[in-house]
Antibody, heavy 118, light 107 residues
């Protein structure tokens, strides 16, 4: 079965760029819309973006100006870049596969905590 | 964007209780509604999709119902491993949104 593993810096300074990678293993990268979501401490889940196998993308409007999602099919991974981060971007970031036919997110990675602080 | 709300925000229940959690959408989403369970420090786990379809491996004590703007997740007989936070998610459009969650804890 498909498994996802996020990697990222853990700590990012305000105004800098956050870069996250999600490694996809155990199955084909072609079967899902690959997504990033986040969950601020004690808060609900917020979907950020997805990228398809073909490279088409979709972003939440509130973050669209700061976020870029991309896919590297040769390495079976997809990534997220978020510019000009602030403390409000502190959250656990999850990567997940979005199943388009039935509209759900599964599988999920374990999540990686990103703290924005100087 | 479609706003999702849940009620109650938290509830206390005992093992064996029947529990119902409500999710409401700010506009009709047909049956494009999924439910997830999340335990502390873990990723969300898919329970139900398209309102009432049980994900493979999820116990049959979980069920979902509803359509349009009001949906319900029911746990027929609460088990110790079910104490967790539950939230809903709409996929009516591709600006996916999630409910704020309902925490089920031990009475």
């Amino acid at each position: 079965q498909v498994q996802l593993q996020e990697s990222g810096p853990g700590l990012v300074k305000p105004s800098e760029t956050l870069s996250l990678i999600c490694n996809v293993s155990g199955g084909s990268i072609s079967g899902y819309q690959w997504s990033w979501l986040r969950q601020a401490p004690g808060k609900g889940v917020e979907w950020i973006a997805y990228v398809s196998y073909s490279g088409s993308t979709n972003y939440i409007p509130s973050l669209k100006s700061r976020v870029t999602i991309s896919i590297d099919k040769s390495k079976n991974l997809f990534s997220l870049k978020m510019t000009s981060v602030t403390a409000a971007d502190t959250a656990i970031y999850f990567c997940a596969g979005y199943e388009m036919q039935y509209g759900y997110f599964d599988p999920w990675g374990q999540g990686t905590l990103v703290t924005v602080s100087s | 964007d479609i706003q999702m709300t849940q009620s109650p925000s938290s509830l206390s229940a005992s093992v064996g209780d029947r529990v119902a959690i409500t999710c409401r959408a700010s506009q009709s989403i047909s049956t494009y509604l999924s439910w997830y369970q999340q335990k502390p420090g873990k990723a969300p786990k898919l329970l139900i999709y398209t309102t009432s379809t049980l994900q493979r491996g999820v116990p049959s004590r979980f069920s979902g119902s509803g359509s349009g703007t009001q949906f319900t997740l029911t746990i027929s007989s609460l088990q110790p491993e079910d104490f967790a936070t539950y939230f809903c998610q709409q996929s009516y459009n591709t600006r996916f949104t999630f409910g704020p969650g309902t925490t089920v804890d031990i009475k």
